[in-house]
């Protein structure tokens, strides 16, 4: 894919400031037309996966950098079917992939960064997120009763705690960013109606039968609290260094594809190069060919 076109593609899509910022200035229909067609944006992913495996292999023996990929959505947006197909070229060896449930009793007992600190991704290493830390400021926020199970200080359970919540995430990415670690974040931005469409389809196929939960359609009716949690948490800690990206998910394929094309500009800006080998290892491998050699003789 072209860089302009790369550029344009994702430009369309990247939140680095949260200023002006509306969730509903983003059609999760959207599939750029304008910029690429479905026909060419297939071949696209397909060598966008390949690419990703090439930069991994890169990033893995410099172990300097790592790269953290946070995702977010709604359910049946497509989080789990988006990792899978993005990660599906590369090296499982050096991804970290974790998927955070509801905390339980050891996590309760600490700060809510603490379980995705044990978490992040090591140097030479892509970390992917299925959920996150902004879960504290998403589901917990729709449904505030769940603050009580984390026996906060009273007098810190104020209106302002969503507020310094968003900050201090803001503040760790920061961090983050300062010690190496890459940060992107995918909003997989589905509507309402083809979230409806999708549970039907896990309701009318026995094969995705066990995808549905009952509790999807309790959350449902918290739409529009999602949206305004959603909104502000993007506008919050949407910086250049960790930026959001609102990815359209009612088209799967091209949310796909405007993940793995942010993942590969977000590695190919670190200009990783082939690691050179050091004289001395390259004497011990002439040793070990001789060895071998003589063993033939």
Known sequence: ???????????????????????????????????????????????????????????????????????????????????????SGVNPQGVQVTSFKAPGPEELAHDFLWRVARRLPERGFIGIFNRSHYEEVLVVRVHEDMLRTQRLPPELVSKKIWEHRLEDIAAFERYLARQGTVVLKFFLNISPDEQKRRFTERLDDPNKNWKFSASDIAERAHWDAYMEAYEAAIAATATPHAPWFVVPANSKWHARLVVVEAMIEAIEALNLQPMGMQAPDRIRLEEARQKLAEEGA
């Open 1 to 87: 894919m072209k860089q302009s076109l790369k550029t344009q593609l994702l430009d369309r899509y990247r939140i680095t400031a949260g200023k002006g910022f509306r969730l509903k200035d983003h059609d999760p229909d959207d599939i750029a037309e304008s910029i690429i067609d479905k026909q060419e944006s297939q071949a696209l992913l397909a060598a966008g996966v390949a690419r990703l495996s090439e930069l991994q292999e890169l990033l893995y023996p410099h172990a300097s950098w790592s790269v953290l990929c946070i995702f977010q959505a709604m359910d049946a947006a497509g989080k789990d079917g988006t990792i899978k197909h993005v990660m």
